[in-house]
């Protein structure tokens, strides 16, 4: 009886320890706030890790199949209801199925959703910069865009797009541009492994990765004869704020629904929420917090 009665005890001693460590994790991100070490983290966001709805809470299960191949490409199926090409080596792994509930999960828990402050309306004209795979185009279509610009710098993920949305090409729902957004126009180099899809960097002092366009926002959507645009969806692997500074006359012009990552750096949130504001965005909301392994945290998304 004495053996039963240890491990007992040594199993709730062992969850003790670790309530008491999420509890620890939760209340840093305050601590570090109140002795002055985040300047640039708004309230909200390092408030929100005390957020009572988000104990214990777990994200759906792994749901990915696998549907067919051609050739380099594969068609995978997500949650059973969307289905999108990907490169024919990439691997299914739960870091995809989290990219998928990046988009799709609508819980406070994913502070990476994107239409929680900001919706996609019923006849907007949607640019998603940092298109990749493919899932916030399924998002904004779904919600009712007349038309969604997919800016993609990956040439492979590029084409995987247009196999993805052949049929909203043909019907001019989706248009598909292999180029990066900067502040200026020009060309650069992308880095990018097919293994890990979602990833990708810009390096124009590296000979290295393929050369792609650079456009800016003004120039892209001019080349495209698009008129305005509604929402605009950032996520470019910590180019937001140069491409934001490209962006610049389409903001003061159209005043687009903003919905940028902003957890790449510590200092991403601060500064695209200066040039937001220069362009004249009163209501901005932070969400999520995050650190990147450099112990300074950050919000995960600007809305505006």
Same mark, same amino acid.
Request: charged share 20%.
């Given at each position: 009886?004495?053996?039963?009665?240890?491990? %007992?005890?040594?199993?709730? =001693?062992?969850?003790?320890? #670790?309530?008491?460590? &999420?509890?620890?994790?939760?209340?840093?991100?305050? %601590?570090?706030?109140?002795?002055?070490?985040?300047?640039?983290?708004?309230?909200?966001?390092?408030?929100?890790?005390?957020?009572? *709805?988000?104990?214990?809470?777990?994200?759906?299960?792994?749901?990915?199949?696998?549907?067919?191949?051609?050739? %380099?490409? =594969? =068609?995978?199926? @997500?949650?059973?209801?969307?289905?999108?090409?990907?490169?024919?080596?990439?691997?299914?792994?739960? !870091? $995809?199925?989290?990219?998928?509930?990046?988009? @799709?999960? !609508?819980?406070?828990?994913?502070?990476?959703?994107?239409? *929680?402050?900001?919706?996609?309306?019923?006849?907007?004209?949607?640019?998603?910069?940092?298109?990749?795979?493919? @899932?916030?185009?399924?998002?904004?279509?779904?919600?009712?865009?007349?038309?969604?610009?997919?800016?993609?710098?990956?040439?492979?993920?590029?084409?995987?797009?247009?196999? +993805?949305?052949?049929?909203?090409?043909?019907?001019?729902?989706?248009?598909?541009?292999?180029?990066?957004?900067?502040?200026?126009?020009?060309?650069?180099? @992308?880095?990018?492994?097919? #293994?890990?899809?979602?990833?990708?960097?810009?390096?124009?002092?590296?000979?290295? &990765?393929?050369?792609?366009? /650079?456009?800016? $926002?003004?120039?892209?959507?001019?080349?495209?004869?698009?008129?305005?645009?509604?929402?605009?969806?950032?996520?470019?692997?910590?180019?937001?704020?140069?491409? /934001?500074?490209?962006?610049?006359?389409?903001?003061?012009?159209?005043?687009?629904?903003?919905?940028?990552? +902003?957890?790449?750096?510590?200092?991403?949130?601060?500064?695209?929420?200066?040039?937001?504001?220069?362009?004249?965005?009163?209501?901005? =909301?932070?969400?999520?917090?995050?650190?990147?392994? !450099?112990?300074?945290?950050?919000?995960?998304?600007?809305?505006?």
């Amino acid at each position: 009886m004495l053996e039963p009665c240890l491990a %007992a005890r040594r199993a709730a =001693k062992s969850q003790n320890n #670790l309530k008491f460590s &999420g509890l620890i994790q939760r209340l840093r991100p305050l %601590a570090h706030k109140l002795a002055g070490r985040l300047p640039l983290c708004p309230w909200p966001s390092v408030l929100s890790t005390l957020n009572p *709805r988000l104990l214990g809470v777990m994200p759906p299960a792994l749901d990915i199949q696998e549907i067919t191949t051609d050739g %380099a490409f =594969k =068609k995978l199926r @997500f949650g059973g209801r969307h289905e999108a090409w990907f490169p024919a080596n990439v691997a299914i792994t739960p !870091d $995809m199925w989290g990219e998928y509930l990046c988009v @799709f999960w !609508d819980h406070p828990k994913n502070a990476h959703y994107y239409l *929680r402050h900001t919706p996609v309306k019923t006849g907007d004209v949607c640019v998603d910069c940092g298109a990749c795979e493919g @899932f916030f185009v399924f998002q904004a279509l779904e919600a009712g865009a007349a038309k969604v610009i997919c800016v993609e710098a990956g040439k492979v993920m590029a084409e995987c797009l247009a196999r +993805t949305f052949e049929k909203e090409i043909a019907a001019g729902r989706v248009i598909i541009q292999h180029a990066a957004l900067g502040a200026l126009n020009g060309t650069t180099r @992308f880095n990018f492994d097919s #293994l890990n899809p979602f990833g990708g960097s810009l390096n124009s002092l590296s000979d290295d &990765g393929e050369i792609v366009p /650079v456009r800016t $926002m003004e120039r892209l959507l001019a080349e495209l004869h698009i008129p305005r645009i509604d929402f605009l969806k950032m996520d470019i692997e910590g180019a937001e704020i140069q491409a /934001v500074e490209g962006a610049l006359p389409v903001l003061r012009r159209d005043h687009p629904r903003l919905a940028i990552t +902003t957890y790449h750096r510590p200092f991403d949130y601060a500064a695209l929420r200066a040039l937001a504001i220069s362009t004249g965005y009163c209501r901005i =909301k932070s969400t999520g917090l995050t650190e990147r392994g !450099d112990g300074i945290y950050r919000p995960m998304m600007l809305h505006a």
